[in-house]
C-alpha cells in the first residue's frame, strides 16, 4: 500500500489527519506532498489550522479534511 493510499485511508477512518498524526500512526513523514498528489488525483480537501502545545509554547499545524461531495449524505 502507497503512502497516498495509506493517507487517503487514514482520513476516510478518522475523518481528519495532521502531520503529528501521519508521522505518528502512519510514518509519514511529508504529509504535504502525499496531501498534494493526493489533491493531483482529484481529491478534494479542507483545511483548519490548530494550535498544538509544545514544550517551548505552542505551534500551528494544518489538519487536512475530505471535503463532502455535493449529493452525499
Do not use: P, W
Amino acid at each position: 500500500m502507497s503512502q497516498n493510499d495509506l493517507v487517503l485511508d487514514y482520513i476516510k477512518q478518522f475523518n481528519c489527519i495532521t502531520s503529528l498524526e501521519a508521522i505518528k500512526e502512519l510514518g509519514v513523514t511529508r504529509l504535504a506532498s502525499r496531501i498534494y498528489d493526493l489533491k493531483k488525483e482529484g481529491h478534494e480537501f479542507d483545511t483548519e489550522d490548530i494550535k498544538v502545545n509544545t514544550r517551548s509554547g505552542y505551534t500551528t499545524v494544518t489538519k487536512y479534511k475530505l471535503k463532502e461531495k455535493h449529493g452525499q449524505n
